[in-house]
């Protein structure tokens, strides 16, 4: 060392702290990317991507050469540091000792810590440009990486520990898919972000939690005077209405109001076969249905309604597209002068809010911002008999997850209108 000149040593010495440092923010780089992008970077052309993501598919040959490296640099910055102080100071164990501690400062600050919160804080920035250095050292440094990796396999399979595609390729599950939208921030538009959320629980909500509730159902009965039916169809709500005879469990077909126009027109006399004539078939569906499912339906079946039906045949409700398209992308339609109405309510500046009955607790759920529960009743009036055990009285209150609800009146043995207030 002594016919070196000291300058070059101290550059050989920031070289190897240097070089060290890249390995490290590489590494680190690497392993905190975001595979996703990358791939949609590599199929868009990005040679640097490509590489990288080869890189990410070997990555047992990857970690050995950044760790064989640093290694090996770091071992050389402690001996040029050690025969730097003993040339300096003698060779004291005071001085080796006091070397240590320098270099083993030097490189956890400059070559450990700083560069990997670096290349955590800016991954793709750093693992695809390095990537270009990396791959070719790969190729050189061939025969010490096998060799080493020969023990390091040994081990392996003495822990009893499988690798290769299985452990590398791991899918996503819905929960994580969930949770990168939801963490999208900026890059999702929150309309967006909200429409991907919905789509996510298609699955979990049955066709019950969005449906007409058979009450609410606007049906023709075709066992009642004519001229009542020509009313009905005049002043009705809907394009399509369902047909039955007597109750409404005896359906006989869906009816197309606009076809049924050209009949009113008509001078002679018209019987309620002429309106049995114009009926489609039915379409029934089990109460259980998910909305994925039933929407798959829809499309192969080339059917926009459907009536739920429960285990005994006995007609729980209606569910058409638009109902399971607005549970994606929200409300964009309203049936009834009442539907519109009900849709504006929220939280008055005393923090109460005032409901029918029958509103969905879905609904409730979004819409106040609470969190009744949803694997039992579907409507408010549902859940309030289910916890009371009876049909109560009006000006009766009980508080459920955290909100006080005040039953204001109650009609025809179900609750009618109900008063929330919000917990402070």
Partial sequence: MDTVPLWVQFIALVALICLSAFFSISETALMALNRHRVKHL?????????????????????????????TLLNAMTTALVTALAITAFGNEESVITIATGVVAFLLIVFAEITPKVIGATYPERIALPAAFIIKPLLTVGKPVIWFVNLFVRALLTMLRIKTGSSARDQRMSPEELRSMVLEGGNFIPVKHKSILLNL??????TVEDVMTPRAQIESLNLSVPVEEIKHQLATCYHN??????????????????????????????ITAEHFRALLTAPYFIPAETDLFTQLQYFQENHERLAVIVDEY?????????????????????????????????????????????????????????????????KTLNGLLLEILQ??????????VANCVIDIVQVQNQAIKTVKLYRSR
């Fill in 42 to 70: 590599a199929r868009r052309g990005s040679r640097g991507a490509q590489i990288t993501l080869w890189l990410l598919d070997h990555t047992d040959r990857m970690l050995s050469l950044i760790l064989i490296a640093n």
């Fill in 200 to 205: 996510f629980d298609l699955e979990r909500v």
């Fill in 240 to 269: 399509k209405l369902l047909v039955h005879e007597g109750e409404i469990n005896q359906i006989v077909g869906v009816l197309h109001v606009r076809k049924v126009m050209a009949l009113l027109t008509e001078e002679e006399e």
């Fill in 313 to 377: 045949g006995e007609v729980q409700g209606l569910v058409t597209l638009d109902d399971i398209i607005e549970e994606m992308i929200g409300e964009f339609t309203t049936s009834t002068p009442g539907a519109s109405r009900a849709d504006q309510f929220g939280w008055d500046k005393a923090g109460a809010c005032m409901l029918e009955g029958s509103i969905s607790l879905r609904d409730v759920n979004k819409r106040l911002g609470l969190d009744f529960p949803l694997d039992g009743p």
């Fill in 390 to 399: 009876d049909i109560p009285e009006a000006s009766v209150s009980l508080k």
